[in-house]
């Protein structure tokens, strides 16, 4: 019987063949700045850039590099050669002998922001997320959703500079506060400390200053996704938001999974997003021909656990708005794409209670706290971590394994 190796993935394996995410990382006691491209197989990451060098391969310069932005920048037609080589290089049993001495226990290394950020975009995508906060925020409004939400996908520019790998802690943000009992305003730490589950979309091929990108051209732009906390302080948030929008309630840290799964590896989970209410504008109106066999949706079965306790389940399949249509809406003015450029979907909430995606969702506004093992909670506590993970349906019946974004809550400085 031969020994088990790093190419032996146990049957059932999220992380198997069909999988194969992106990452960067380095070996634990390595110099620093020693980081290199990994791709995921099971437990184990191979050092992409190395494989691609003892096979002779021409992706070397793609993948030997200390961050995924090269193998971005080269275009949807690399991005599936690469892919192709991939599979390749570790199912096809010639090539065991020179892979296997590459890959390292994920033990063993250190995880990387995978990507370097360019601009920075959160989108409020989810109707049920929308509709709650509209519930919370406007209760005397006549709809809980603003007239514009369901003509185009609401977003805002973020801070592409506080993104951070998860696993990286994130420091209780201070900042100004009042709420409308209060006869002004205090300066202290957020005492109203959220999360949201979100799904980030990666970007790959730039595109062209007064050019916008049609939803047909989505999957030749956008390379793939990861998993994404909003981390947000509401009650800055609250305080600061009208009339420009999030600024500081969000702007401290942004956590991302260390794995981008390219958009290939997604094609068993793609669904009809839910039905349109209203008539689309033509750009964003993606029952159209040209479009309409590529179905926008992901099934995305996403868990949000607080210190190990399962709080919430969010279907990103119940988003409304897909993401081909928030790159159609962001670059409908003629905005350009930049290789790195980020976008977050916007807090994913199903319709039930228990698939909402934030603290604020969950405890309605705080009015009924979680009960934890270790006590209640209504927004977070210093020492709370944080966890999203995720899963697809994968060819065959298989999974796709998302990854995780995790982070725990540092007192304020
Ligand atoms: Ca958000």
Request: glycine fraction near 10%; charged fraction near 20%.
């Amino acid at each position: 019987m031969s020994e088990q190796t790093p190419l032996d993935v146990p049957e059932g394996d999220p992380f198997g063949p069909h999988n194969l995410p992106y990452g960067v990382f380095s070996l634990r006691g390595a110099a620093q700045g020693d980081r290199r491209v990994g791709v995921r197989l099971g437990s184990h990451v191979l050092d992409a850039g190395a494989a691609a060098a003892a096979l002779g391969s021409p992706y070397v310069s793609l993948l030997a590099q200390p961050t995924l932005n090269p193998l971005l920048a080269a275009g949807r037609t690399a991005w599936s050669d690469v892919r192709r080589a991939l599979t390749a290089w570790v199912t096809v049993p010639a090539h065991r002998a020179v892979v296997e001495p590459l890959f390292h226990p994920l033990s063993d290394v250190e995880l990387h922001l995978p990507f370097e950020v360019a601009d920075y975009v959160d989108f409020y995508a989810s109707e049920h997320h929308a509709s709650n906060l509209g519930q919370m925020f406007r209760p005397d409004a006549p709809a809980p959703l603003t007239p514009n939400w369901k003509h185009l996908p609401i977003g805002y520019h973020g801070r592409s500079g506080t993104v951070v790998v998860s696993g990286t802690e994130v420091v209780r943000p201070t900042g100004q506060r009042k709420t409308p009992a209060e006869t002004a305003p205090v300066f202290g730490p957020s005492v109203r400390l959220d999360i949201e589950a979100e799904v980030g979309f990666v970007v790959g091929t730039p595109s062209t200053l007064a050019t916008p990108v049609p939803l047909a051209d989505f999957r030749d732009h956008v390379f793939g996704l990861c998993l994404l906390n909003d981390w947000s302080a509401r009650d800055i948030q609250a305080w600061e938001y009208v009339p420009l929008g999030p600024f500081l309630g969000k702007s401290f840290t942004t956590s991302v999974s260390a794995w981008v799964t390219p958009l290939e590896a997604l094609d068993a989970a793609r669904v009809t997003p839910p039905e349109r209410t209203h008539e689309l504008l033509p750009y964003l109106d993606d029952s159209a021909e040209s479009v309409a066999d590529e179905p926008g949706g992901y099934d995305l079965r996403m868990t949000v656990t607080l210190n190990g306790q399962v709080i919430s389940e969010p279907p990103f399949s119940t988003v409304y708005w897909t993401a081909a249509q928030q790159l159609a809406h962001m670059t409908a003015n003629g905005a350009s794409l930049r290789t790195g450029d980020l976008y977050g979907s916007g807090t994913v909430s199903g319709p039930e209670p228990a698939q909402y995606g934030s603290l604020i969702e969950l405890t309605w506004n705080g009015r009924d706290p979680l009960e934890l093992p270790d006590g209640k909670r209504t927004f977070l506590e210093d020492g709370d971590e944080v966890t999203l993970s995720a899963w697809a349906p994968g060819p065959d019946g298989t999974r796709v394994g998302l990854g995780e974004v995790t982070g725990r809550i540092l007192p304020a400085r």
